[in-house]
């Protein structure tokens, strides 16, 4: 079956750097989602994608959060200069077209990236 | 700004005992998920719940839905140990395709 991969599992980054989180959707999927979970707490929705632009983004996903498809298949999340509270895990996932009752199926999540700052 | 509300957030009972979990929502939706996530791993689909009445099983959990209330129930019968788990509710609000997830409730099912 399809997944949706993340690299890498695991990143330790320096407070202040920039870090860039990548994902491989589905390959038939169109819309696409980041989404992070604090240590024991909710998934929080960060921004979702479609059409190559921003479709809906939360007050989590302010001006040092970007996302990019720079090519048919990667879909990256670059935080430009991490903060402590930018540790947890976070989560790609994706979804098909909408194509009748393709449009209500649940989006897929990657395994995540765990991201920590030092 | 769409809420969801779960509770219990905490669940712990004995193998056999059935329990319900509540995912309550704010505002109008036609799109509900329940996702299972076990301890460091990505979540898992469960259930999608697409209509008004709606009622899904699989094994021993069984997920329904409610829209006039706002309400979706995740229901456990005779729990095992295998399903302890955190499970979240999802909820797309009606006209849009984004989710927006519940605080998640950490089941736990003792011998």
């Known amino acids: 079956e399809p997944e949706v991969t993340q690299t890498p599992s695991h990143q330790v980054t320096q407070m202040g750097q920039e870090v860039i989180l990548r994902c491989v959707p589905i390959?038939?999927?169109?819309?696409f989602y980041w989404y992070r979970q604090i240590l024991g707490q909710k998934v929080e929705f960060l921004v979702s994608?479609?059409?190559?632009?921003?479709?809906?983004k939360s007050e989590i996903f302010d001006d040092q959060f970007s996302v990019e498809r720079p090519d048919g298949s990667n879909f990256t999340l670059k935080i430009r200069s991490t903060k402590l509270e930018d540790s947890a895990m976070y989560f790609c996932?994706?979804?098909?077209?909408?194509?009748?009752?393709?449009?209500?199926?649940?989006?897929?999540f990657g395994d995540g990236t765990r991201l920590s700052i030092l | 700004e769409l809420k969801v509300e779960q509770n219990p957030l905490f669940l712990s009972m004995q193998e056999g005992k059935n329990y319900t979990i509540y995912c309550n929502y704010s505002t109008t939706s036609d799109r509900l998920y329940w996702y299972r996530q076990d301890p460091g791993k990505s979540l898992e689909s469960l259930f999608v719940l697409l209509s008004n009445g709606a009622v899904k099983q699989e094994g021993r959990l069984m997920a329904s839905l409610d829209t006039k209330a706002r309400l979706s129930t995740l229901h456990i019968t005779a729990a095992v140990h295998d399903l302890s788990a955190t499970y979240f509710c999802?909820?797309?609000?009606?006209?849009?395709?984004?989710?927006?997830f519940g605080a998640g409730t950490r089941l736990t099912v003792k011998p």
């Open positions: 996932a994706s979804r098909p077209p909408n194509l009748g009752q393709a449009g209500n199926q649940p989006q897929h």
């Open positions: 390959s038939n999927h169109l819309y």
């Open positions: 994608f479609y059409n190559n632009e921003i479709s809906e």
């Open positions: 999802a909820v797309a609000p009606y006209n849009n395709n984004d989710m927006r």
